[in-house]
């Protein structure tokens, strides 16, 4: 049950993207199609914006993109806003009835 | 309108127990398995355990570094899940928040702080 592991930062200008990976195993983000994606400002609790992989809630913006390769999962941000400057986490199943969330991600906008 | 709220938190001694509850309204808690993620101050989230429905028999799974000492149950009567903690650690000082499961975690409270020292 090892946290799944994501860069500790990105950073990018408004308007240009910003990808975000997690990479796990074949026992986790490679094995199930159970990944999804939040997002927590300070102080507050986390949101969900992608499940699934790559489903958007609704009300989350297009500009939230996810995908999955192998054993890494990823998270794009399009377009990027001030709004969207947070952290992010990845979770995936992990058989056995157990959930495992990444080591998180601090998106900055430059 | 979908709401979860934690309570309980509090500080506690290393080696005591504390028990959280997690009231729901707004979606057929029944129906609805539930987690409960931590997060210690300054750090990631951390996965905590999962109580299924009744249906599902309330089976419950745990993180490895909680099992044996925590317990999930839940009152489908009143829309409210518990976390019994027992033998609390330093390192379980973090805030618990519940979630409720659908598309993934899909909704979830504001959380309450625990913290376990002395």
């Known amino acids: 049950q090892s946290a799944l592991t994501q860069p500790r930062s990105v950073s990018a200008s408004p308007g240009q993207s910003v990808t975000i990976s997690c990479t796990g195993s074949s026992s986790d983000v490679g094995g199930y199609i159970f990944v999804s994606w939040y997002q927590q400002y300070p102080g507050k609790a986390p949101k969900l914006i992608i499940y699934?992989?790559?489903k958007r809630p609704s009300g989350v913006p297009d500009r939230f993109s996810g995908s999955k390769s192998g054993n890494t999962a990823s998270l794009t941000i399009s377009g990027l806003q001030a709004d969207d400057e947070a952290d992010y986490y990845c979770?995936?199943?992990?058989?056995?009835?157990?959930?495992?969330f990444g080591t998180g991600t601090k998106v900055t906008v430059l | 309108e979908v709401q979860l709220v934690e309570s309980g938190g509090g500080l506690v001694q290393p080696g005591g127990s504390l028990k959280l509850s997690c009231a729901t309204s707004g979606f057929t808690f029944s129906g609805s398995t539930l987690h409960w993620v931590r997060q210690a101050p300054g750090k990631g989230l951390e996965w905590v355990g999962r109580i299924r429905t009744k249906s599902q028999s309330f089976a419950t799974a745990y993180a490895a570094t909680v099992k044996g000492r925590f317990v999930m149950s839940r009152d489908d009567s009143e829309n409210t899940a518990y976390l019994q903690m027992n033998s609390l650690k330093t390192e379980d000082t973090a805030v618990y928040y519940c979630?409720?499961?659908?598309?993934?975690?899909?909704?979830w409270g504001q959380g309450t702080l625990v913290t376990v020292s002395s």
């Open positions: 979630s409720k499961e659908g598309e993934a975690h899909e909704r």
């Open positions: 979770c995936s199943y992990a058989g056995s009835d157990i959930d495992v």
């Open positions: 699934e992989v790559s």
